[in-house]
């Protein structure tokens, strides 16, 4: 079992950059791939970021390429999601999620989710 608790969500203008938090107790950290998602009111939870269980892989989604950055500190305990750049169509809560296999794109391959914490860009 693993237990996600996320952090670092607010309202931002766009252009600007925030930092969010998510830190895991529970089973070994280290063990997990890791991944953030985000939803946006009325649309399907989108992929937006996963990195495996050392920090040395990395994917992204499409709409957040070369603006955000997803990284690890296993020593810590805690995944991050740096985002630049802003805009506002990345308003959404976001999640991050641990997954006991290979992380991926989708979903199904995660085990576990935190509650999410919400991001708002201003225009």
């Known amino acids: 079992q693993v237990q996600l608790v996320e952090s670092g969500g607010r309202l931002v203008q766009a252009g600007g950059s925030l930092r969010l938090s998510c830190a895991a107790s529970?089973?070994?950290?280290?063990?997990?791939?890791m991944g953030w998602f985000r939803q946006a009111p009325g649309k399907e939870r989108e992929f937006v970021a996963t990195?495996?269980?050392?920090?040395?892989?990395?994917y992204y989604g499409d709409s957040v390429k070369g603006r955000f950055t997803i990284s690890r500190d296993n020593a810590k305990n805690t995944l991050y999601l740096q985002m630049n750049s802003l805009k506002p169509e990345d308003t959404a809560v976001y999640y991050c999620s641990a997954s006991g296999g290979v992380g991926s794109s989708i979903r199904g391959s995660y085990d576990y989710w935190g509650q999410g914490t919400q991001v708002t860009v201003s225009s």
């Open positions: 529970g089973r070994t950290f280290s063990s997990y791939a």
């Open positions: 990195i495996n269980w050392s920090g040395a892989t990395t």
